[in-house]
């Protein structure tokens, strides 16, 4: 429109009179612009809060917008860039093969280890009662070996009781004889 234009041929006319062949190109332009003719009276105030108020909020409007499209941009290049270092499906599939595998050898060695942990507890329970069974045949043992002491002691007293006696007679009948 004629209005903006004259407007921001006013501000750089010392500019275009220097160079008067782009100036005259200008104003040349200027001519086929159509005027706006039967105009409202308040054109030129509504024009003029347009400038000074909704431009400048439609513009930090604008600029808002494009601040929150360059963060979804660089939100975007980062999905995009974590999405490329996701393998591919086939990779996938063979580490949770593999992933199985080793969840399944797993399970068998923890049903092992309780296996193994049950065992050890039955020989625990089997050495306790050895243990007891061995203390109880060392006492045996030993009150056997006591008898054992006993008699042959018994036997061995009595033996030189017997001895004793022996001779006792012999020397008691040997006194009776000689008296």
Not at 28 to 38: A, K
Not at 55 to 82: G, M, N, W
Not at 162 to 170: A, I, P, Q
């Amino acid at each position: 429109m004629l209005f903006f234009k004259q407007k921001s041929w006013a501000k750089s006319r010392p500019e275009k009179c220097a160079n008067p062949e782009a100036d005259r190109r200008e104003r040349i332009g200027l001519v086929d612009e159509p005027l706006i003719l039967n105009a409202d009276d308040s054109l030129a105030h509504q024009l003029a809060h347009m400038r000074s108020v909704v431009l400048p909020a439609a513009r930090q409007q604008a600029s808002d917008l494009v601040a929150k499209l360059s963060k979804i941009d660089e939100t975007v290049v980062h999905l995009e860039a974590e999405i490329a270092r996701i393998p591919p499906a086939e990779r996938i599939a063979v580490v949770q093969r593999e992933l199985d595998v080793a969840r399944s050898a797993h399970e068998a060695k923890l049903a092992e280890l309780s296996a193994l942990r049950i065992q050890k507890q039955a020989l625990q329970r089997q050495r306790a009662a050895a243990e007891t069974r061995l203390d109880k045949l060392g006492e045996h043992d030993m009150e056997t070996r006591f008898a054992d002491d006993d008699r042959q002691r018994i036997l061995k007293h009595s033996l030189r009781v017997r001895e004793t006696l022996g001779l006792f007679r012999t020397r008691v009948v040997h006194a009776t004889r000689q008296a």
